[in-house]
């Protein structure tokens, strides 16, 4: 039998120290704080949800909303241990449907910081204010009757200096509390929130009625346009939420937000269903971009296996594994295929991609050829005519390259004013006309660069892009180093960002639509092993924003000198983002199609 005595190596740790260790599973960073506290206001019935930080939340966190506030008797209760109203039993524990319920949060929270709290029911004649420092004497008095609550922490970590020297940079802690505010507003569109940091407006997101809406509000560039919507359900379970169109993939994993029973959440069994539901619908080397609200009946799905709350386990893991990637498939089946691909039913509820050209058919050639050599004047592959609602360039030819010997090119026409039919030497060869002028753009962009000679062309009307006030900072800090690759971007305000110039050579691009992937690379360069890894998706963003889309017609003359430009540039099979440029059949292999072999 285990005893205790004078001599005994074991001890029962003071009740502070035990506070402290359940903080450190609790309280990560500051983003930790704003998650719990949000969760908590979220609980209240809260409509309105103001988060306000200094320093990244180092300094203070202020959270104030309009819920049901509490009583004078609760108050001070709410910072003991385990003290909770969200829970009466045990048998609760198997069917949450609270966003809090452990009771640590504001105990763990108090235990390392400074908290004052300012609380009122709607018919409380007197509010309640609770002060604490390091968790321990709280100290009540009155306070104004506003209905809600307000808490704010200051000093965090200020009695766990280990803690708070490995916290990040101030802007990275930020960028921490900016994603929980994010997450949860996706979760809560029927909620207004607000982040201020140091005293400037962030993030603003008014309450709307729809997911697909406030979906809008946070991403933007997630448009219906690039999107799919997907909604399916079996008992006791149900998925809704929008997908990016295959033909707007992207390398970038953002956006991927899952949501279970409305709680942000990691699953690798979800995640897994959404990459086999794309199938092969996914471009190779693009990922799937995703927001997805799956609800399970709070008594099949466990919320309780990660101190944190980041991680659920499902009841029926393999029937919640088939929903999502039957309704991911099912939702890019309703959308049709890809372009230049034919759909075959396989199964019911399933169709797979077939990859032969569906026809064979060549339109008349495209109004408006490109000029002849003869003809001087800049040649620029693929260009359109100047119109109202693209950017306006300086007119000076492209940067000319070597060029080698090639073979003789034929142009036949288009199929689906998509590929390029041509004749190249003895082989028959379908071009995809956006990915290899893509390819030929970032050829010539990557070899100026390795030149040094990345000279850049003024717009003659810079073009003002409103974006959030992080991304803003984001551009604003890599500046000079978009100036050394052509690319002249000033601030214009708190959360705009003037496009002054683009390297010489690229055609008009659609300047919010570039800014966006510029952002998802840019937030890659911390990782990048090298100068060279950095600029490369830079270039390869650029070079497939200015080349000639799918869709658009070209004349014969055209199809001609951009299958040239692509010979010259050595032939390369794959765009800089490693989606296929070409699929050749030579003249032996068109012989033994046809049986002529032999003969």
């Not at 321990?136 to 708070?164: C, H, M, W």
């Not at 940067?399 to 090119?409: C, D, G, I, K, T």
């Amino acid at each position: 039998m285990l005893t205790t005595g004078s001599n005994g190596n074991i001890r029962i740790l003071p009740g502070d120290v035990v506070s402290r260790i359940a903080a450190g599973e609790v309280v990560e960073r500051p983003a930790a704080v704003v998650k719990e506290l949000i969760e908590n206001s979220l609980d209240a019935q809260s409509k309105t949800i103001s988060v306000e930080i200094k320093d990244g939340g180092l300094a203070s966190i202020r959270v104030t909303d309009d819920g049901e506030g509490m009583s004078r008797a609760d108050a001070p209760q709410a910072f003991e241990r385990h003290a909770t109203s969200k829970l009466r039993s045990d048998r609760d524990l198997w069917s949450i449907r609270t966003m809090g319920f452990r009771g640590e949060a504001l105990p763990s929270i108090a235990s390392v910081s400074h908290v004052r709290l300012v609380t009122a029911r709607p018919s409380d004649p007197v509010g309640t204010e609770v002060q604490l420092r390091g968790g321990v004497a709280p100290q009540l008095s009155d306070a104004p009757p506003v209905a809600g609550t307000r808490i704010e922490v200051a000093d965090l970590f200020y009695n766990q200096p280990a803690r708070k020297k490995f916290l990040k940079s101030v802007p990275t802690e930020s960028s921490h509390i900016t994603r929980v505010v994010q997450q949860a507003a996706l979760a809560w569109p029927g909620v207004h929130f607000k982040l201020i940091c140091n005293g400037q407006e962030t993030l603003n997101y008014p309450a709307v009625t729809a997911d697909r809406d406030r979906i809008g509000q946070v991403y933007p560039r997630f448009t219906l346009e690039q999107t799919v919507p997907v909604e399916a359900g079996q008992p006791g379970a149900r998925i809704t939420g929008m997908i990016v169109d295959p033909n707007h993939a992207k390398a970038s994993r953002t956006p991927q937000e899952l949501f279970v029973n409305r709680r942000p959440v990691r699953s690798a069994a979800v995640s897994h269903a959404i990459v086999e539901g794309y199938g092969s619908f996914l471009p190779k080397g693009q990922q799937p971009q995703f927001v997805l609200f799956v609800d399970v009946d709070p008594d099949r799905v466990d919320v309780n296996v990660h101190p944190a709350k980041r991680e659920v386990r499902f009841a029926e893991q393999e029937a919640i594994h088939q929903l999502v990637r039957r309704a991911v498939r099912q939702a890019l089946s309703r959308n049709g295929p890809v372009a230049g691909e034919s759909v075959v039913s396989q199964e019911p509820g399933e169709q797979v991609v077939n990859k032969e050209l569906s026809r064979a058919w060549f339109p008349a050639p495209a109004a408006g050829p490109l000029p002849r050599a003869d003809e001087g004047g800049p040649r620029t592959i693929g260009s359109l005519p100047p119109a109202a609602d693209q950017l306006a360039f300086v007119n000076e030819a492209a940067e000319p390259y070597v060029r080698v010997p090639s073979l003789e090119v034929v142009a036949f026409g288009q199929l689906q004013h998509t590929y390029l039919v041509v004749q190249v030497g003895g082989a028959l060869t379908v071009l995809d006309q956006h990915t290899a002028h893509e390819r030929v753009l970032f050829e010539r962009l990557y070899r100026a660069w390795v030149a040094r000679g990345m000279a850049s062309q003024p717009l003659l009307i810079p073009e003002a892009v409103e974006l959030s006030a992080p991304h803003a900072a984001l551009l604003q800090r890599y500046q000079r180093d978009l100036a050394d690759l052509g690319l002249e971007l000033e601030p214009f305000g708190p959360s705009t960002v003037l496009v002054r110039s683009v390297p010489l050579g690229v055609g008009a691009i659609d300047a919010p639509a570039f800014l966006q992937d510029l952002l998802d690379d840019l937030s890659l360069w911390g990782q990048a092993s090298s100068l060279e890894a950095r600029v490369r998706p830079v270039l390869a963003s650029l070079a497939c924003h200015s080349a000639v889309r799918a869709g658009r017609s070209m004349g014969l003359p055209e199809i001609r000198q951009l299958t040239e430009d692509w010979l010259a540039e050595g032939k390369i099979q794959t765009c800089p983002h490693g989606r296929r440029t070409v699929f050749q059949l030579t003249g032996d292999e068109l012989e033994k199609l046809f049986g002529r072999v032999g003969w």
